[in-house]
């Protein structure tokens, strides 16, 4: 699975979770211990509004803190979509994989963030499914195709806080299992 096709999905994947979300789930826990069902979605809605700013080349300090107040508001929702969809249209723009982006460790390859993109929309799909109590398994093949581009440079990406400690899993776990006991999350309980 290429990186257009497997953000897309996760993208999927993640929307499919947010239109399921009750009134009376935005306070809900979810497996990230700091965060509720809501934080989670802000989370996620400030991330999307960020893509397009640095897919197009702008730096960290140009965008600012720009969407540090962006909440998604009365319709999280409405604040999802918009952003998805704006995000979504950055990352399949003529050209977008083969630019430099900047982000907070410095300028990576365009191709190297939408996979941090989709290995967080991923992971997260499950953390909302979790928190709110509904189907949390994700497409097969995209959980093998974010597993592969995770597992050689997770111990790196762990240094930056962004996970915790590895959760150990059975040996013939499938590669949804392994992905999350990898990045701290216990898909087990």
């Known amino acids: 699975m290429d990186l257009v096709e497997a953000h897309g999905q996760a993208m999927r994947e993640f929307d499919h979770r947010v239109r399921q979300v009750l ?7 979810t497996p990230c211990s700091d965060w509720s069902v809501g934080d989670l979605v802000q989370h996620l ?11 197009a080349g702008c730096t960290v300090e140009q ?3 720009r969407f540090d107040h962006d909440t998604p508001g009365s ?10 969809g704006a995000a979504r249209e950055s990352w399949t723009a003529p050209n977008a994989l083969l630019r430099k982006v900047h982000v907070s460790s410095g300028r990576i390859s365009a191709e190297e963030y939408g996979w941090q993109m989709t290995l967080d929309l991923t992971v997260h ?16 093949a995209l959980a093998a195709a974010v597993l592969s581009r995770v597992e050689p440079q997770v111990e790196a990406w762990r240094g930056s806080g962004m996970f ?20 701290g999350r ?4």
Do not use: F, K, N, T
């Open 164 to 183: 915790g400690d590895a959760v150990p899993v059975p040996e013939d776990a499938d590669d949804q299992d392994r992905l999350l006991g990898l990045l």
């Open 45 to 55: 809605v400030r991330e999307q509004l960020w893509a397009p700013e640095l897919l």
């Open 186 to 189: 216990d898909p087990g309980r």
């Open 75 to 84: 319709d999280p929702l409405m604040a999802w979509v918009l952003a998805a």
């Open 125 to 140: 799909s499950w953390d909302l499914a979790r928190g709110i109590g509904v189907d949390d398994r994700v497409d097969p």
């Open 63 to 65: 965008v600012g803190d």
């Open 23 to 29: 009134p009376e789930h935005w306070q809900r826990p």
